[in-house]
């Protein structure tokens, strides 16, 4: 099963259910079958994950000393969040920049 995204100007985005829970997590939202991004949630939804993905950065890159040793493991095992989240970020920006709405269906 995959959650297709889709805005009227960009390419569909196709992510598993994992990630996509994962970034709705992250963006405060619910993950239903379907659903919409309205015009008018796309800057928060944008926000929350830029900043998850800046937080994931600084972790991997200005702060791997500070971490547990579990935690340092995950890091090398885990893609990077920007790089899973790339897709889906671009398509919503594509969708602010717009002013189209995003919809979701599996």
Do not use: C
């Not at 929350?48 to 950065?57: F, G, M, N, S, V």
């Not at 991997?60 to 493991?73: F, G, H, V, W, Y």
């Amino acid at each position: 099963m995959f959650f297709r995204f889709q805005s009227k100007h960009a390419a569909d985005v196709y992510m598993l259910p994992d990630l996509t829970q994962k970034l709705f997590d992250i963006m405060g939202r619910s993950l239903d079958a379907r659903g919409i991004f309205l015009v008018e949630q796309l800057p928060d939804a944008i926000a929350r994950l830029e900043k998850a993905i800046a937080t994931d950065q600084d972790l991997r890159i200005k702060a791997p000393n500070l971490l547990t040793d579990a935690q340092r493991e995950y890091l090398k095992t885990e893609d990077r969040l920007g790089q899973r989240a790339h897709p889906l970020l671009e398509l919503l920006k594509r969708a602010q920049a717009d002013r189209e709405y995003v919809t979701w269906e599996t």
